[in-house]
């Protein structure tokens, strides 16, 4: 059996509940999760907030999507959207139109490079993914996305 996070963040007295200790170990999960995945999107010039704005935009295809759109379906949230895509078009990987018939809708796609940057790392992180999580079998897998998604309801109502 592994140390618990007791252990594992050097706390000698027991947590105030169970739900403490849950919620502490989601977060330093997903802290260790991510570093390692930032890592990996280091090599391509990505952090994840990027990568997941360019597969949101991957998915959006001809259409685009507006700031607020791209936003809203962010994975974790971003306080600046506005700079991270200003960011992103100063690096290739994104470009930003403004519409002819309403000078308020600026409309974000993805550009070939970031396309193709997205191609080139989607390998590896599906790679990291498996790496990550090979602990688990597909029903544990199954169990923790269940039980994720209810605390995760849970905390928005």
Known sequence: MTPDLRHEIRQDRAFDSLQQEA????????????????RVLRTYGLSSVQYNVLRIL?????????RNEIRDRLVSRMPDVTRLLDRMQAAGLVTRVRSATDRRQ?????????????????GPVEAEHARQLAALTPDQLRSLIDLTTLARKAAVT
């Open 58 to 66: 991957r998915g959006a295809g001809a259409d685009g999507l507006c």
């Open 23 to 38: 919620f502490l170990n989601l977060v330093r999960s997903a802290a260790i999760l991510e570093d390692a995945l930032d």
């Open 106 to 122: 600026v409309s974000t796609y993805i550009t070939d490079a970031g396309s193709k940057v997205l191609r080139n790392a989607t």
